[in-house]
């Protein structure tokens, strides 16, 4: 029994074997020419052409020879990412001392409220004071001087209001001058020096 032509090439299309895309469209248009009549499930249009979907092949994609993935070529919105926010550490004045003694002066006094201020305005930072002495003594008694003179400032921190805690007083005895012999004065000093810095605030 023979089998008409035009139901062979529609179980071949419905089949889907692996005829390309521009033979299958070529046969379904013959298939319309021949009753006019949908062929496949497929429509046929006046002029005798299929409208059947055609796909392009795999291999006639160029993906800049298939190197690059598919997601280089989607479109995203560019995230805005916020700066960091970034403080920088004060610098505060020296508080200076009078030889041998380790009792705050008017001076060091305006720089400590300073100190003050803004320990209140940055609740997490901390502070170290660090005592320093001139060379006119031992350097075991400029030790212990250095860190009466850091006492004294960390003392007066707390009778502002701020949590001892957050101060650490350290003594630096003479071992770190900022002069020589001809200006000993400035080496009778505390330093208060922020060390820990929190950058969210």
Same mark, same amino acid.
């Given at each position: 029994?023979?089998?008409?032509i035009?139901?062979?090439?529609c179980?071949?299309?419905?089949?889907?074997?692996?005829?390309? $895309?521009?033979?299958?469209?070529?046969a379904?248009?013959?298939?319309?020419m +021949?009753?006019?009549?949908?062929?496949?499930?497929? !429509?046929? #249009? !006046?002029?005798?052409e299929? #409208?059947?979907t #055609?796909?392009?092949?795999?291999?006639?994609?160029?993906?800049n020879?298939?190197?690059? +993935?598919?997601?280089?070529?989607? !479109?995203?919105?560019?995230?805005?990412?916020?700066?960091p926010?970034?403080?920088?550490?004060?610098?505060?004045?020296?508080?200076?001392?009078?030889?041998?003694?380790?009792?705050?002066?008017? /001076?060091?006094?305006?720089?400590?409220?300073?100190?003050v201020?803004y320990? !209140?305005?940055?609740?997490?930072?901390?502070? @170290?004071?660090?005592g320093?002495?001139?060379?006119?003594? +031992?350097?075991?008694?400029?030790?212990?001087? $250095?860190?009466?003179?850091?006492?004294?400032?960390?003392?007066y921190?707390? +009778?502002? $209001?701020?949590?001892?805690?957050?101060?650490?007083?350290?003594?630096?005895?003479?071992?770190?001058?900022?002069? $020589?012999?001809?200006? @000993?004065? #400035?080496?009778?000093? /505390?330093?208060?020096?922020?060390?820990?810095?929190?950058?969210?605030?």
């Open positions: 029994m023979s089998v008409p035009r139901f062979v090439l179980a071949v299309l419905a089949l889907g074997l692996c005829l390309p $895309g521009a033979l299958a469209k070529d379904c248009k013959k298939c319309c +021949s009753d006019g009549k949908a062929c496949c499930g497929e !429509k046929c #249009t !006046k002029q005798g299929c #409208t059947m #055609t796909f392009a092949s795999p291999d006639s994609v160029n993906w020879q298939k190197r690059v +993935s598919f997601g280089n070529y989607l !479109k995203f919105a560019k995230a805005e990412i916020p700066e926010v970034v403080r920088q550490a004060p610098v505060f004045e020296p508080i200076y001392f009078d030889l041998d003694k380790a009792v705050l002066k008017p /001076a060091g006094i305006e720089t400590a409220n300073k100190a201020a320990l !209140k305005e940055h609740p997490n930072d901390k502070v @170290r004071i660090e320093n002495c001139c060379d006119l003594a +031992s350097n075991d008694y400029n030790v212990q001087l $250095g860190q009466r003179r850091a006492e004294a400032v960390k003392q921190l707390v +009778s502002q $209001g701020i949590d001892a805690g957050r101060i650490a007083a350290v003594s630096n005895g003479e071992e770190k001058p900022v002069a $020589g012999m001809d200006h @000993r004065e #400035t080496n009778r000093r /505390a330093d208060v020096v922020v060390w820990f810095l929190d950058a969210a605030h």
